[in-house]
């Protein structure tokens, strides 16, 4: 199933969508890592019922959109992003006041997918943070492959932590269950209106919001906003270039442009055994809905159109060309990620937000791009979008004005772009953690690689919604921005994000692995396109048709 946004700009992280594809896969997940979704059982043990089918629905936070730097290039109202050629030369104060008192103390758990943090003692970034919010941050940074076991943990009870950050892609058991148990009720602070209190959070767009969901009609989580744009295909624009590639070109002239592209040593595509050759993508282009359409009556999954076999039967052409990297089924994420940096591999299918990552990694020895979707014979271009969200920030149950004062908190971290709060919880301290080049652009110090906000998450506990910006790079910046421009609005969403399924909960995990291995079989030639039916009728035997009908009843009551 799609997964979360990808990872954010310029951090170790940004490898997510791969890492996350794995883990997701090992523990049953599908091609593409499923997001974090408020996904439990439709009754709680200790707080009734989560679903939102006859609850009464709280409105989203008013949304007011928070520029305070003009961008170069402007941002759409549907999802295209506002860009920037050149770090800010003047930053904008965007909270006036200090979120504690001095003597507040906080407790955070997160998912980190850098190195275990200096202690604050000997750690000037962390330090300089907490000055600023007047609060003590403790942090308990989890890495990703313990962080399901952990969490687990957390939903068995005992002394919470006062913020815990769900996201990562995840699906945890019961997640539901727990969060209305034990969790605040924010929706007296942040339904409408009251959500003006926090300026900075009321700039978090609304499809963000609606990307998590509410439990039983109220808002208890802060989503962490991601871009609308979905994976995308990177590539190498030289070689695809000098082999006949343009953009948005007929899916046949595109698999003979892979194949000239392509010979004994070097391949035009690359996948890597995570990945079950990133399917959705491929079905999407070719028309299939985004996973799940809902409405009217009806629930239309991706997995039983018949546009969906035609992608298997060109993904599975793309293989007998020899296309595909031949380790596709055994290769490791970074492997992949290696070949693709070092010319082995022509393009890649990575997270959108991996594209800082994939240009420091490549450096300057070829031209990084993002391809359109080829186009297929009767369908309007369609491209992926995301569930818009990384995850999502719950909050202790407390007394209001603890509540209130750990918002403030959140509202500071989610400051946005150009400011001075922005500029100090990801860059850190000028002169210590980072300086700044002959373009203004912030250069991370060596202490800066090591004190960061990968390694102390503050941008997990909240964060500003993301733009488009790359020290050094404004070409790049020009060339996504025009990309989002043509694909945002192809868009088609997922409706299942932000719903409630006991059946998901429960079996998800392994009803995606069962669309996960036959896609792999297929592509791999070890089954026939024609096999594909027998794999999505058992599918639905397993539990794909009752969770068609559990999608359906909350789809309609949350619309």
Same mark, same amino acid.
């Given at each position: 199933m799609?997964?979360?946004?990808?990872?954010?700009?310029g951090?170790p992280?940004?490898a997510?969508?791969r890492?996350?594809?794995?883990r997701?896969?090992?523990?049953?997940?599908a091609?593409?890592?499923?997001?974090?979704l408020l996904?439990?059982c439709?009754t709680?043990?200790?707080g009734?019922?989560?679903?939102?089918?006859?609850a009464?629905a709280?409105?989203?936070?008013?949304y007011?959109?928070?520029t305070?730097?003009?961008?170069?290039?402007a941002p759409t109202?549907?999802g295209?992003?506002?860009g920037?050629l050149?770090?800010?030369?003047?930053?904008?104060?965007?909270?006036?006041?200090?979120?504690?008192?001095?003597?507040?103390k906080i407790?955070?758990?997160?998912?980190?997918?850098?190195?275990?943090?200096?202690?604050?003692?000997?750690?000037?970034?962390?330090?300089?943070?907490?000055?600023a919010?007047?609060?003590e941050?403790?942090?308990t940074?989890?890495?990703?492959?313990?962080?399901?076991?952990?969490?687990?943990?957390?939903?068995?009870?005992g002394d919470?932590?006062?913020?815990?950050?769900?996201?990562?892609?995840?699906?945890?058991?019961?997640?539901?269950?727990?969060v209305?148990?034990?969790?605040?009720?924010?929706?007296?602070f942040?339904?409408?209106?009251?959500?003006?209190a926090?300026?900075?959070?009321?700039?978090?767009?609304?499809?963000?919001?609606?990307?998590?969901g509410?439990?039983?009609?109220?808002?208890?989580?802060?989503?962490?906003e991601?871009p609308k744009?979905?994976?995308?295909?990177?590539?190498?624009?030289?070689?695809?270039?000098?082999?006949g590639?343009?953009?948005?070109m007929?899916?046949?002239e595109?698999a003979a442009?892979?194949k000239?592209a392509s010979?004994?040593r070097?391949?035009?595509?690359?996948?890597?055994s995570?990945?079950?050759f990133?399917?959705?993508v491929?079905?999407v282009w070719?028309?299939?809905?985004?996973?799940?359409r809902l409405?009217?009556?009806?629930?239309?999954d991706?997995?039983?159109?018949?546009?969906?076999?035609?992608?298997?039967?060109?993904m599975?052409?793309?293989? #007998?060309?020899g296309?595909?990297? $031949?380790? =596709?089924?055994? %290769?490791?994420? *970074?492997?992949?990620? !290696?070949q693709?940096?070092?010319?082995?591999?022509?393009?890649?299918?990575?997270?959108?937000?991996a594209y800082?990552?994939?240009?420091?990694?490549?450096?300057?020895?070829?031209?990084?791009?993002?391809?359109?979707?080829?186009?297929?014979s009767?369908?309007?271009?369609?491209y992926?979008?995301?569930?818009?969200?990384?995850g999502?920030?719950?909050?202790k149950?407390?007394p209001?004005e603890?509540?209130?004062?750990?918002?403030?908190?959140?509202d500071?971290?989610?400051?946005?772009?150009g400011s001075?709060?922005?500029?100090?919880?990801h860059?850190?301290v000028?002169?210590?953690?980072?300086? #700044?080049?002959?373009?203004?652009? $912030?250069? =991370?110090t060596? %202490?800066?690689? *090591?004190e960061?906000? !990968?390694?102390?998450?503050?941008?997990?506990?909240?964060?500003?919604?993301?733009?488009?910006y790359?020290?050094?790079?404004p070409?790049?910046v020009?060339?996504?921005?025009?990309?989002?421009?043509?694909?945002?609005?192809?868009?088609?969403?997922n409706?299942?994000?932000g719903?409630?399924?006991?059946l998901?909960?429960?079996?998800?995990?392994s009803l995606?692995?069962?669309l996960a291995?036959?896609?792999?079989?297929?592509?791999?030639?070890?089954?026939?396109?024609s096999?594909?039916?027998?794999?999505?009728?058992?599918?639905?035997?397993?539990?794909?048709?009752?969770l068609?009908?559990?999608?359906?009843?909350?789809?309609?009551a949350a619309?």
């Amino acid at each position: 199933m799609p997964r979360s946004t990808a990872p954010e700009s310029g951090t170790p992280e940004n490898a997510l969508s791969r890492r996350t594809l794995l883990r997701s896969l090992g523990a049953g997940g599908a091609a593409l890592a499923a997001p974090a979704l408020l996904s439990a059982c439709s009754t709680t043990s200790s707080g009734g019922s989560v679903s939102n089918s006859g609850a009464k629905a709280a409105p989203w936070p008013t949304y007011l959109p928070r520029t305070i730097v003009t961008p170069d290039l402007a941002p759409t109202a549907d999802g295209v992003q506002a860009g920037y050629l050149s770090y800010p030369s003047k930053l904008v104060k965007a909270v006036d006041r200090r979120p504690g008192s001095g003597k507040d103390k906080i407790r955070v758990i997160t998912i980190t997918y850098g190195t275990p943090p200096k202690p604050v003692g000997h750690n000037r970034f962390w330090q300089a943070v907490q000055k600023a919010l007047g609060v003590e941050v403790e942090f308990t940074v989890v890495p990703e492959a313990d962080f399901q076991a952990k969490m687990a943990t957390v939903f068995a009870g005992g002394d919470l932590p006062d913020v815990i950050s769900l996201g990562g892609g995840f699906v945890l058991p019961r997640e539901a269950e727990f969060v209305k148990a034990k969790c605040a009720d924010l929706t007296e602070f942040l339904s409408g209106d009251a959500a003006k209190a926090y300026p900075n959070l009321a700039g978090i767009p609304t499809y963000a919001w609606q990307g998590v969901g509410r439990i039983a009609g109220r808002i208890h989580g802060i989503p962490l906003e991601r871009p609308k744009t979905s994976d995308a295909l990177f590539l190498d624009q030289e070689a695809f270039r000098r082999a006949g590639f343009h953009q948005g070109m007929p899916k046949a002239e595109f698999a003979a442009m892979a194949k000239r592209a392509s010979d004994s040593r070097h391949w035009a595509i690359g996948a890597y055994s995570g990945s079950a050759f990133s399917y959705p993508v491929h079905a999407v282009w070719h028309g299939t809905a985004n996973e799940w359409r809902l409405g009217g009556g009806k629930a239309v999954d991706m997995w039983g159109a018949p546009e969906f076999k035609e992608a298997l039967d060109f993904m599975s052409g793309l293989r #007998r060309d020899g296309s595909y990297n $031949p380790d =596709a089924t055994s %290769l490791s994420d *970074v492997d992949m990620m !290696t070949q693709f940096y070092n010319g082995t591999i022509k393009s890649m299918i990575d997270g959108f937000l991996a594209y800082p990552t994939n240009y420091q990694g490549i450096k300057g020895a070829f031209t990084l791009d993002l391809a359109q979707p080829y186009a297929v014979s009767g369908h309007r271009p369609q491209y992926q979008a995301t569930r818009g969200a990384f995850g999502y920030v719950v909050l202790k149950q407390a007394p209001k004005e603890r509540v209130e004062m750990i918002l403030r908190v959140l509202d500071f971290l989610a400051a946005p772009f150009g400011s001075e709060e922005y500029e100090l919880s990801h860059y850190g301290v000028e002169g210590v953690h980072f300086t #700044r080049n002959k373009n203004n652009d $912030p250069i =991370a110090t060596e %202490l800066g690689l *090591v004190e960061s906000n !990968t390694n102390v998450p503050f941008k997990y506990v909240c964060d500003a919604p993301q733009v488009l910006y790359q020290p050094g790079g404004p070409d790049l910046v020009k060339r996504i921005h025009d990309w989002q421009r043509t694909v945002v609005p192809m868009l088609v969403t997922n409706d299942r994000w932000g719903l409630q399924s006991d059946l998901f909960s429960r079996k998800g995990a392994s009803l995606n692995q069962i669309l996960a291995d036959g896609v792999t079989a297929v592509v791999a030639g070890r089954k026939k396109v024609s096999d594909w039916d027998a794999v999505y009728k058992r599918w639905q035997n397993e539990g794909g048709s009752r969770l068609a009908d559990e999608l359906l009843k909350e789809y309609e009551a949350a619309h």
